[in-house]
């Protein structure tokens, strides 16, 4: 069943992210343990985590990409040498909700595309995902993904 889409106003959000440039192929093998480099971020931390993972995506090349990921915090905190403080800007995005297994979002993806060809949306080149609640039942799990919008 291809995916609900729309386009949303973003509200900015402020992010504890760690980032790599990754080939687009090294991604399923290395955001988990990008992820635990936040986590062992917050453990040290004054600041809690106010909200589910992010992965953002841009400087898209055919191979490779910059990925960031991480979660919102409560406030603002100095950057580390891994963990940066970031504020998701605020705009507008085309949405749409994936549900099922990680290794399935292609699927997601492409009909998702195909919807903003056909509507004559023009991309900005920034992406993000936003992963629900963890269940074990991989049929349930719940990815929001978002592609903004250029502003011109």
């Not at 549900?99 to 060809?117: M, N, V």
Request: glycine share 4%; aromatic share 10%.
């Amino acid at each position: 069943m291809p995916p609900k889409c729309e386009i949303v106003a973003v509200s900015p959000v402020l992010l504890a992210l760690t980032q790599a440039e990754l080939a687009r192929s090294q991604i399923p093998a290395r955001i988990r343990g990008m992820f635990d480099v936040v986590y062992a971020w917050l453990r040290a931390s004054s600041v809690r985590q106010t909200g589910h993972n992010y992965a953002l995506y841009d400087k898209c090349t055919l191979h490779s990409l910059r990925v960031q990921v991480g979660f919102p915090v409560s406030e603002r905190f100095a950057d580390s040498d891994v963990v940066k403080c970031v504020e998701l800007a605020p705009g507008r995005a085309a949405h749409a909700v994936h549900i099922g297994p990680y290794d399935q979002l292609h699927s997601t993806y492409a009909a998702f595309e195909t919807w903003c060809t056909q509507n004559a949306l023009v991309l900005s080149g920034q992406s993000w995902e936003v992963y629900g609640d963890w269940t074990e039942d991989m049929s349930k799990l719940e990815t929001s993904i978002f592609l903004r919008l250029s502003e011109a």
